[in-house]
């Protein structure tokens, strides 16, 4: 080992680097040799020299062993136990995770995630653990029970002339003709369509080749503490009608967004519940639209096509067809 190394990891305790001295699994002869912990590094030799003996049988075989070490004897009975490599001494080796040298997949969705299953375990954290945030203003998406939404209406617009709404239909074509129908056996009178609160009539429908958002409206409240049992009904109600989600109007028109899942309170905005495969490119829930998860888009350009304008068809001026042939589709060409 060069002396400069030695002293190095000397001088750091050896917790940034990883230290093997005298390893001699296979056809290694007593090897001693250290590299940077946290790094990319690469072993090169001719066939036959030790890579794998070092990295596969010395290196992971003692990180592996460790880690097992780690476990309950009872947890150990049923894994068995793994042999000490032959080496002296390993310093600063962590747990590790050895993929295999030799693979027939070209897939390009298998990466070092997958093959190893860590990715299935980051997609749970995310999904579990992670916080959600809207992509039009950025803020922290929330989730509200019942008695929130109730507790937020008393205190926030006491004493003021509300319409409680249900969201029904988002940004959708259609007449609607059969669900005003529907709203009104229900025994509703009005609907808010597109911003503006209308009556419901015999026969009424919309434009259906035009987008609409329509909510009923479930009651026009003035909110107090005393009036709480009422309030709650309406809420309940506009929870069911809606489907988890209601909206607040006020009297000069401004709304209000309420909802039990993820929402952006000042959007509307809403999410569904995280979970795993929303992470997952391999997932059409969790991949890119554009790119479909693969990172890369594969398109043909004219570039590509006709690498060199100044090369006639018959010289191969079309890369795909290459020099000229007595062919149909330069017979085709020539006609042009």
């Known amino acids: 080992m060069p002396t400069a190394v030695a002293k190095k990891i000397k001088d750091i305790s050896g917790h940034d680097f990883i230290e093997i001295i005298g390893a001699r699994e296979h056809n290694l002869k007593n090897i001693s040799v250290s590299f940077p912990r946290n790094k990319l590094v690469v072993l090169t030799g001719i066939s036959g020299s030790g890579k794998s003996s070092l990295a596969f049988d010395t290196i992971y075989a003692e990180g592996q062993r460790r880690y097992m070490e780690s476990f309950s004897a009872y947890a150990r009975s049923f894994m068995g136990n793994l042999e000490r490599p032959d080496v002296d001494k390993i310093n600063g080796l962590s747990p590790v995770i050895s993929i295999e040298q030799k693979t027939t997949s070209r897939n390009p969705r298998s990466t070092v995630g997958t093959v190893t299953e860590i990715y299935d375990f980051l997609r749970l954290l995310f999904a579990r653990a992670g916080e959600a945030f809207s992509y039009q203003t950025g803020d922290k998406m929330v989730r509200q029970s019942e008695e929130q939404i109730l507790d937020a209406i008393i ?3 006491n004493n003021k002339k509300l319409i409680i709404l249900a969201p029904v239909i988002k940004g959708r074509k259609g007449h609607y003709r059969e669900l005003f129908v529907q709203i009104r056996k229900q025994g509703y009178t009005k609907v808010r369509v597109d911003g503006e609160v209308v009556d419901i009539t015999a026969k009424m ?34 929870l069911k009608e809606g489907k988890g989600v209601i909206m607040v109007q006020e009297e000069n028109g401004k709304v209000h967004h309420f909802s039990k899942f993820l929402m952006d309170p000042k959007t509307g905005l809403s999410y569904d519940e995280p979970a795993p495969n929303n992470f997952s490119f391999n997932s059409p829930y969790g991949a890119c639209p554009t790119c479909n998860g693969l990172g890369q888009i594969e398109e043909i350009t004219e570039a590509s096509v006709i690498p060199d304008k100044k090369l006639s068809i018959s010289r191969g001026g079309i890369l795909p067809l290459g020099e000229y042939r007595d062919i149909w589709i330069f017979k085709k060409s020539k006609q042009f």
């Open 155 to 157: 205190s926030n617009f």
């Open 205 to 238: 429908q919309l434009d259906r080749f035009k987008i609409h958002d329509i909510e009923m409206v479930i009651d026009r409240i003035v909110p107090t503490a005393t009036d709480r049992y009422r309030i709650s009904q309406s809420i309940n109600t506009a």
